[in-house]
């Protein structure tokens, strides 16, 4: 059997997929929600989402802080892993995202667990440290590449000992790799990475991942000091 290697990845990531992370009317009703707006395909795939669901729960996560919330897929795969009186606050820039989210959580009977603040991350995450929020126990990035380094900054802020901070698509076909990029997304998810592996307070790692979206990759890091 030869394949290409999409296809071959694609053929393993559904029977990963059908084994660990199936799908229930619920997830399923937020993908077609998701469709029928419109809303761009750059939801995490369901072994991603079931991935940053063991994570909350090998942390033991009931306050998590989502950076880049769309139709809140990523966001219902980390709400069902907190335990009672866990939280997720998710943050969104656009107002249409975060209606079509709401609706997805509703269904899913998760938004009482889902605080979403609508705007600019780079407003949202001052406010919620002026407000005293945090730390939080897990942190995913996954809005606008090209501030993942001030992201990562904040995501310090907003953490202890302990805290796991994952960021989404540092691989992006592989388009990471090139050093003299000028585009915003590569040059920020680079600096971000930099950051990561030389930061006094950060054990990190970044992995790539091959699937249904093809090649991209995690960066993950836990804060030790
Ligand atoms: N985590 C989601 C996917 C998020 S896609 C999932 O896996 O299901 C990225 C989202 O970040 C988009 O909805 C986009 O509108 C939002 N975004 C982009 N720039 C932003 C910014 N500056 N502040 C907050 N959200 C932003
Ligand atoms: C893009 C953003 C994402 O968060 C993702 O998972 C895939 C693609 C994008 O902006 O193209
Ligand atoms: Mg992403």
């Not at 469709?35 to 996560?61: C, E, N, W, Y």
Request: with cysteine; aromatic share 6%; hydrophobic share 45%.
């Amino acid at each position: 059997m030869k394949k290409d290697s999409q296809s071959l990845w694609t053929a393993v990531d559904r029977y990963f997929g059908e084994l660990f992370a199936p799908h229930d009317a619920k997830l399923d009703a937020a993908v077609k929600a998701n469709r029928a707006a419109r809303l761009p395909a750059i939801d995490v795939s369901p072994l991603q989402g079931k991935f940053l669901h063991v994570l909350a729960q090998m942390t033991q996560a009931k306050r998590v802080l989502e950076i880049g919330l769309l139709g809140g897929y990523s966001t219902i795969w980390m709400a069902r892993a907190l335990p009672r009186g866990g939280r997720i606050v998710s943050l969104e820039f656009e107002p249409r995202h975060a209606e079509i989210a709401r609706a997805n959580l509703r269904r899913a009977g998760l938004l009482r667990r889902v605080e979403i603040r609508v705007g600019p991350a780079l407003q949202s995450l001052p406010q919620l440290k002026a407000e005293g929020a945090g730390p939080f126990d897990l942190i995913f990035i996954d809005a606008d590449k090209e501030n993942n380094p001030q992201y990562l900054d904040w995501a310090l802020k907003l953490s202890r000992r302990g805290t796991v901070i994952v960021v989404d698509n540092v691989a992006r076909h592989g388009t990471v790799v090139d050093a003299k990029s000028t585009a915003g997304d590569i040059r920020g998810t680079r600096r971000c990475l930099k950051a990561m592996a030389a930061h006094p307070r950060l054990s990190a790692v970044a992995l790539q991942t091959v699937g249904l979206k093809g090649l991209d990759g995690f960066a993950m890091a836990v804060v030790v000091r």
